[in-house]
């Protein structure tokens, strides 16, 4: 349905001051991500990258300032946005050892309300032979492939990644590469905390040297 909030169509940040502890991390920063449109998150490690991404999926209160979501009518109600319309992929990848990748993909696509194919995941990010072993036992690369494969498990329209590339070979970078790109053209928006440029034009948000 066009008005519901899984139709993310405008991320907003206005004036916003995060800190962590009594340290402030940034302040008065202000940006916008339309659908179909990437943004890199850049800055050196402690400016708030990982914390902003928190900010925005409502992980963190921030000091001042506001983050607004939007569709084709106007601004969304935010928790519901987030629950419903959003991603966040984290540097840790939160799978619970002890189950199967299966187990682990099953969970995450009825947890987040899943509508997404299940198969195509798997496909795409080369799962089949994993899919029956514990996450213990899986390499940081396949861990990583399968915390991705949420992506299209239960579909979003806004992904907030922090280094999902970090773990992955050449030729899982690439394929990842064209997911995101047919993300973006489907209306997806895509806000990616990075050290090294993502494989296609994007915005720079930048936070700087940190304090």
């Known amino acids: 349905m066009t008005d519901h909030a899984t139709n993310i169509r405008l991320l907003a940040i206005n004036d916003l001051t995060v800190a962590r502890g009594d340290r402030r991390l940034f302040a008065g920063l202000k940006a916008q991500l339309a659908q179909g449109e990437a943004m890199a998150l850049t800055g050196a490690n402690g400016a708030g990258k990982t914390s902003l991404l928190r900010v925005i999926a409502g992980m963190i209160?921030?000091?001042?300032?506001?983050?607004?979501?939007?569709?084709?009518?106007?601004?969304?109600?935010?928790?519901?946005?987030?629950?419903?319309?959003?991603?966040?992929?984290?540097?840790l990848d939160g799978l619970k050892p002890g189950r199967t990748a299966r187990e682990e993909l099953d969970f995450w696509a009825r947890w987040m309300g899943g509508e997404g194919d299940l198969s195509r995941a798997i496909e795409t990010f080369s799962l089949s032979p994993l899919m029956d072993?514990?996450?213990?036992?899986?390499?940081?690369?396949?861990?990583?492939?399968?915390?991705?494969?949420?992506?299209?498990?239960?579909p979003r329209k806004l992904w907030l990644l922090d280094e999902p590339m970090a773990p992955l070979d050449a030729a899982m970078r690439a394929r990842f590469a064209e997911v995101m790109k047919a993300h973006l053209a489907e209306g997806g928006l895509i806000l990616a905390a990075v050290h090294d440029p993502l494989p296609m034009t994007t915005g720079s948000l930048d936070l700087g040297a940190g304090r």
């Open 61 to 91: 209160r921030p000091v001042s300032g506001e983050v607004r979501f939007e569709n084709e009518t106007g601004p969304l109600e935010a928790d519901a946005a987030r629950s419903e319309g959003l991603h966040l992929l984290a540097h």
């Open 133 to 154: 072993l514990e996450v213990r036992k899986l390499s940081a690369g396949q861990r990583r492939r399968l915390a991705l494969a949420r992506l299209l498990a239960a």
